[in-house]
């Protein structure tokens, strides 16, 4: 049973440029959770997604952006990168029932570096 | 909306030496707790968390949390370390609004 995978591993892209990352969810997991992780920080929330809507929405500008596919994957956009975007991006799922009592499954992340 | 305060950035503890891991949260609401680990150059990892009832929880590895609400404290302990458990823990939180919020992490390292 897959857990949360993510791809790719690593990207290094130039400022001003657009980045696209992927999320595959645990299987049978539903709900999906975007987070960004600086260097030598804790995750930050950067939105939710579940039934191919954003519900929940942290403290980001509108440059990132993201979507949820019929299959529960997602995608998370990155628009106009500048240096400080440079940072693990952390997808997490949960699955359907819980609510909010349900924890977290993350996947390994994606290192994304700006030059 | 609910937040995390981690106490320590960074814990230097010997092998077999008991530690504690503080974490502190604010929220108005009923809350749930987690503690996560991450090992270097990978995701997080549920260690243990706290949703109702008893309000000492354990994982499987010899760690374990108590949920105290008059302290509004959710402090990691375990009694003896051994050095795999060098890593980063997270302390997080989630209120009724479903999303969950994160310390800034304290660093174990365990010294042989």
């Known amino acids: 049973d897959a857990g949360v995978t993510q791809s790719p591993t690593h990207l290094i892209k130039t400022r001003g440029q657009q980045v696209t990352l992927r999320c595959s969810p645990k299987?049978?997991?539903?709900?999906v959770s975007w987070y960004q992780q600086a260097l030598g920080q804790g995750p930050q929330f950067i939105f939710q997604?579940?039934?191919?809507?954003?519900?929940q929405r942290g403290n980001f500008p509108d440059r990132f952006s993201g979507h949820q596919f019929p299959n529960y994957s997602s995608e998370l956009n990155v628009n106009a990168l500048l240096l400080g975007d440079s940072a693990l991006y952390l997808c997490?799922?949960?699955?359907?029932?819980?609510?909010?009592?349900?924890?977290?499954?993350f996947g390994n992340g994606t290192r994304l570096t700006v030059t | 909306a609910q937040s995390v305060t981690q106490l320590d950035s960074q814990v230097p503890v010997f092998e077999e030496a008991p530690v504690e891991l503080r974490c502190n949260y604010s929220?108005?609401?009923?809350?749930?707790l987690f503690w996560y680990v991450q090992y270097p150059n990978q995701g997080l990892q549920l260690l243990l968390k706290?949703?109702?009832?008893?309000?000492l929880v354990k994982s499987i590895n010899g760690f374990e949390a108590e949920f105290n609400k008059s302290q509004t404290s959710f402090h990691l302990r375990k009694p003896s370390v051994h050095i795999s458990d060098t890593a980063e823990y997270f302390c997080?939180?989630?209120?009724?609004?479903?999303?969950?919020?994160f310390g800034a992490g304290t660093r174990l390292t365990v010294k042989p």
């Open positions: 997490a799922s949960s699955p359907p029932g819980q609510g909010v009592r349900s924890p977290l499954h």
């Open positions: 299987s049978g997991h539903d709900t």
């Open positions: 997604y579940y039934e191919e809507e954003e519900r």
């Open positions: 929220s108005s609401v009923s809350v749930y």
């Open positions: 706290y949703l109702s009832g008893s309000t």
């Open positions: 997080a939180v989630k209120g009724n609004n479903n999303d969950m919020r």
